[in-house]
């Protein structure tokens, strides 16, 4: 009897310590393959007032949750100045990566080399800066305004007067987006830019400029080019108004839901899409195969594509 009991005792130790070296060995192995600690990323959008940039943003979480990944987002509310501070404190708090949608060219890039040399790896999404990222996701700017420009110069028949509300002055986007426009003007010696100013990407800013605008050159106007949707329909709201929008094109880039829904109802003659969910979901998955060490893209270009009427379906969700 004595004996039994000693060999139940000694069984019952056996697999007690054979169940704890498998569970030891299981979670030495989840260490090593990285499961086990969360990714962090830190993210530093240009503004949350701006639908689509919010849109990009709406992508990146998505995308994170998904995978696991940990979000922490800042709104530097387009100041370059406090966009570098919160890039900073990402160093400090020695997130895994960086995902910066940059607010300036040139203001913005010191974020970017001070992410360099903390070795932390930073991807642009969007925008660019003059000193170049870890990697940038986004779309060729200079192309999309080739797009909409080509359509409204097709449009026109190659001859009348353009208007060209820029984007946030020094920000890459209204930069490109500027030198596509004018390379097609060049194309078209009948094409006169009448005046170009800055709306901010801002839906009201831009209704006032083309107030502005309607009383200064009334009937003069044959088309306006803006930079992006929400300054598109500042626009057409400003033409409506004053019962000019007929005679007025109005085209602009991003095809947010409300872009698309005016070229729905006719009030916006054209769009150009940009991809904010491919820009969001991309920036995450180069992001994490950056903080991992694995290979990944240095640079990845979602192309745009023209919306008018005549293909508008395939758009609209």
Known sequence: MRH???????????????????????????GQGG?????????????????????????MVKKA????????????????????????S?????VDAII??????????????????????????NSETSTKPSAFVGSDDVESARIAMKY??????????????????GQAAQIKREQGAREILKQYPNLKLLAHQTGEWDRAKAMSLMENWIQSYGSQINAVFAQNDEMGLGAV???????????????????????????????????VFQNAEQQGSKAIETAVKAAKGQAYDKETLIPFQLV???NLAKFLK
Do not use: W
Request: aromatic fraction near 4%; proline fraction near 2%.
């Open 4 to 30: 039994t009991y000693s060999s139940f005792i000694s069984y019952s130790l056996f697999f007690i310590i054979l169940l704890t070296s498998c569970s030891q060995s299981s979670s030495s192995e989840k």
């Open 35 to 59: 499961d086990s600690k969360k990714i962090v990323v830190g993210v530093s959008m240009l503004s949350m007032q701006n639908e689509f940039i919010v849109n990009v943003h709406d992508a």
């Open 65 to 88: 949750e998904a995978d696991g990944v940990e979000l922490i987002t800042v709104d530097a509310e387009r100041s370059a100045l406090k966009q570098v501070e919160q890039i900073e």
């Open 90 to 94: 990402f160093i400090a708090q020695k």
């Open 100 to 125: 910066m949608n940059p607010c300036e060219v040139e203001a913005s890039s010191p974020a970017v080399t001070k992410a360099l040399a903390a070795k932390i790896p930073i991807i642009n999404v």
């Open 152 to 169: 409204i110069a097709e449009k026109l028949g190659g001859k009348g007067n353009v208007l060209m509300m820029h984007g946030y002055m």
């Open 237 to 271: 709201k400003a033409l409506t108004d004053a019962g000019l929008k007929d005679k007025v094109i109005v085209v602009s880039i991003d095809a947010i839901p409300d872009g698309l829904q005016a070229v729905k109802k006719g009030t916006l003659d054209a769009t």
């Open 308 to 310: 008018t009427k005549e």
